[in-house]
């Protein structure tokens, strides 16, 4: 059977894509005798024996040094494609063409084999085509033409290891019985040593016969439809294997971003609060000393949130990838947007806890070292957005210690004004819509020494911003509470006598000896140890009989007990899940407003059998009982030592 092999010495390695036939020596053009054979898809039974079938059915390129599968090349080598045309029909074809598609950017030329002739060349659309025309005119049913292509790589090919591809099509194609098959791609690696160094030779924003800003920025009122001139310059050794520009804007100020004249856009999406849009170079990888720039025109959104608020866009010179100096890529500029129409910020509701605390003259009163909250809602009644959310909040510092970040917002700052400890918190939903509302809660924390007596407190609070609001008049509200410590010749107490316990002057100290690990008691078998405490009431209202709940592993444990004092005692004792538990009840009361019960020691006793080598134990603390107290999320404390065999 006839071979469409081509007539070369194809024992150098190489990345081949061959047909169906077995490889034997064939002289280019050579037509065998063929004997009757089993009709295909190639040759099918109603073909005419006038029809031919041009594909290529074998194609190789130098192999080099391979990477990922892919023959491996440098810039500048010379190296071959090899390529076999087929004639698979039935009658002969007019003529035999190679057309050689390669990236212009890797490959500008390449070299005719003998007993073929190039008869066309060019380069359109980024893309060098040769046309080889055989010498020997068409081909006969069943006979091949092959042939090796020398070329080589650009000296200036793009930096970095790229894959480039060429294509490879049996011509013509008109008249071909079956041209879906007349064409193979394949693809090598070029690697370049050398870099390109794309950056910003212009960068400016439209600014003639606009209004200015202070700081001598350009200003754009909502709708208008500025832009922005650059101009990318390449300054390295080697072309770019392509030319983009990225533009990174505030989505709730601008849309609508615009290619200039020989670009396209090939990426717009939005990345948190920001538009980003890329945009291509048509004519694509960008030669050493060569510019590349245009005007990109977007639009001020009629909807962007009121008042003058500053703007920052950013532009990258893509790819960033193997440029040699990829800082000089990003540029940036400010302007200011400008919304005619207002917003109207409030804070529509400030109200402390209330639930499970004491209260005097109707409002809340928490004892030292509580942690009650405050919750806030902020409203914009405006008919734009505002360009942000956030609110001012403070609390006397000489009774509150501080506060925590609500859930859904950021701590911009906080700091002390005269007697006062200020926050600033800022919505992580950005701008505030018409109508629509914020909301959030701080838990603020008692001073565990705020002046005696019952004392009345304020919660100030501020929506922000200000500027360009349109009625500042109902930005602030003031809310009320009260903060009760016993002693001194302070109001008396408030109602609602609610307690809040929680444990206080906990200690386990390194005992017989002294011994620590990690920076905790260490004890061996059968030595004892101690935890004390005190129980702590920050609530209004007083506490009786408060106990204490201490559970060990019951491998680290072998007893705890009282014996130091009379006022507390062990009332019970028990073992499940691992662990040996023990309550300890105090014979007094603890009044509200930051009392203390006596210290409580509790001795515990290392068993002869510990676990191995060096091991933690926990011990779990809980004061009791929860009932009337005002805050459960204060009860448990815990308490390390460790163990050795």
């Known amino acids: 059977m006839n071979d469409p092999s081509p007539d070369l010495d194809l024992s150098t390695s190489a990345d081949a894509t061959r047909g169906p036939l077995s490889r034997r020596t064939l002289l280019a053009g050579s037509a065998f005798a063929v004997p009757a054979i089993a009709l295909t898809t190639s040759t099918p039974a109603s073909a005419a024996s006038t029809d031919w079938d041009l594909t290529i059915s074998y194609v190789a390129i130098d192999s080099g040094t391979p990477k990922e599968g892919l023959p491996g090349h440098n810039a500048g080598d010379n190296l071959f494609i090899d390529a076999t045309a087929y004639n698979a029909g039935q009658g002969a074809s007019p003529q035999t063409q190679l057309v050689f598609d390669f990236d212009a950017n890797y490959v500008s030329s390449v070299a005719a084999y003998p007993g073929w002739v190039e008869i066309s060349k060019a380069t359109t659309n980024g893309r060098f085509i040769s046309t080889m025309q055989y010498s020997g005119g068409g081909l006969a049913a069943k006979a091949s033409a092959a042939g090796r292509w020398y070329f080589q790589l650009r000296a200036d090919a793009p930096s970095g290891s790229n894959v480039t591809a060429i294509g490879v099509s049996a011509r013509p194609t008109a008249g071909d019985a079956d041209p879906s098959n007349n064409n193979v791609t394949k693809s090598l690696y070029c690697t370049q040593s050398r870099t390109s160094d794309l950056t910003f030779t212009y960068f400016a924003l439209e600014s003639d016969n606009l209004p200015i800003t202070s700081d001598g920025r350009s200003q754009y009122s909502a709708g208008y439809r500025p832009f922005i001139d650059f101009s990318l310059k390449n300054v390295g050794d080697v072309r770019t294997p392509l030319t983009g520009v990225q533009f990174d804007f505030d989505l709730n100020y601008v849309i609508d971003v615009a290619a200039p004249s020989g670009w396209t856009i090939s990426k717009s999406y939005t990345n948190g609060s920001r538009l980003v849009t890329v945009m291509d170079y048509s004519a694509g990888g960008l030669p050493t000393g060569q510019q590349a720039g245009g005007r990109v025109f977007y639009t001020i959104r009629d909807d962007a949130p009121g008042g003058s608020v500053k703007q920052t866009v950013t532009a990258v010179a893509l790819p960033t990838d193997g440029d040699a100096t990829p800082a000089n890529n990003t540029t940036s500029s400010t302007f200011y947007t400008y919304q005619a129409k207002k917003y109207d910020l409030a804070v529509s509701s400030l109200e402390p806890q209330t639930a499970n605390v004491g209260t005097t003259n109707g409002r809340p009163t928490y004892g030292p070292d509580q942690s009650p909250f405050v919750l806030f809602a902020v409203k914009n009644s405006g008919n734009v957005a505002s360009p942000t959310a956030s609110i001012q909040i403070d609390f006397a510092s000489a009774t509150v210690a501080g506060a925590t970040t609500p859930d859904g917002w950021s701590v911009r700052t906080s ?125 209004v209202g007083t506490v009786t009989n408060p106990t204490a709940v201490l559970s060990f592993p019951a491998s680290q444990v072998a007893d705890a007990y009282i014996n130091d004092t009379t006022q507390w005692t062990k009332v019970a004792e028990w073992a499940e899940n691992g662990r040996k538990g023990y309550r300890f009840r105090y014979s007094g009361s603890v009044a509200g407003g930051g009392q203390r019960s006596a210290l409580c020691r509790v001795r515990f006793r290392i068993p002869s059998t510990v676990p191995g080598g060096t091991a933690p134990a926990k011990i779990l603390m809980t004061a009791e009982p929860i009932q009337g107290d005002t805050f459960l999320t204060n009860n448990n404390a815990e308490q390390t030592y460790y163990t050795i065999a």
């Open 415 to 539: 700091y002390f004004s005269g007697s006062r400890i200020v926050y600033v918190f800022d919505w992580s939903g950005g701008p505030l819509k018409p109508g629509q509302t914020a909301t959030g809660g701080t838990i603020f924390k008692i001073q565990g020494d705020p002046p005696f007596g019952t004392n009345e407190n304020t919660v100030n609070a501020t929506a922000l911003p200000t500027d360009g609001d349109a009625s500042t008049g109902d930005n602030a509200k003031i809310s009320t509470f009260y903060v009760y410590r016993a002693g001194g010749s302070g109001g008396s107490a408030p109602v609602n006598q609610n307690f809040d316990i929680q444990f206080a002057d906990v200690s386990l100290p390194a005992s017989h000896g002294g011994n620590t690990y990690n920076g905790y008691a260490l004890f061996r078998p059968n030595i004892e140890g101690y935890t004390e405490f005190t129980i702590h009431n920050g609530g």
